[in-house]
């Protein structure tokens, strides 16, 4: 039979090795600030059949993580179907190129690319990715100017959303910018 403090000492436990797993690269995982642990305790004894706690929410002593729902990306909204979401121009490279694709509200992207324009409509789905990755908090971490002024030949990336403008070479870390800018190139014409 598991006593209050045995209870105790087992949600203890559980809480000081939560987040303790491998990483992908066999080191120990960094904790994040998104972890939750939560472990709840009842003053109700386990059952004499079961020398473990009870497995029913009232009487669990076992950890369980969750994200909070603030972590996690959420569509902007569109105002209306001319509302353009995201302009994005890249420009500069080796043979010098100048192409933008634009995503409007009614779910199209239009593209330019050596003065020829295309119009193509998205799907519901990849209407939805683009407006999540364009809704990551992350975005708002984002300098507003990063690129590395000691190089040459490099792609530059204007990025106008959410009423800022971003420009980058994308030579330093910003994963929810490269992100956005990976699913956007990808309506790009191929050359």
Known sequence: MLTRSS????????LALAGCS??????????TD?????????????????PSASASS???????VSV????????????GPDQKLVTMTVSGGFAGVNRQVVLRGDG???TTDRGESAVRRTTAAQFTTLRTLL??????????????????????YTLQFDGRTVMTDRSTDAPALDRL???LEKWLPTN
């Open 7 to 14: 209870v105790m000492v087992c949600a203890a436990a559980a």
């Open 22 to 31: 491998s990483g992908d690269d066999g080191k120990a995982a960094e904790p």
């Open 34 to 50: 998104e972890t939750v642990v939560t472990a709840t305790v009842s003053d109700a004894p386990a059952s004499p059949a079961s």
């Open 58 to 64: 009232d009487a669990s002593a076992s950890p369980s």
């Open 68 to 79: 909070p729902a603030s972590a996690s990306p959420s569509p902007v909204p569109v105002t």
């Open 108 to 110: 199209t992207v239009r």
């Open 135 to 156: 809704g990551d908090p992350a975005l708002d971490d984002v300098p507003a100017f990063a690129i590395d002024m000691g190089s040459a030949d490099k792609f530059q």
């Open 181 to 183: 800018i990976g699913a």
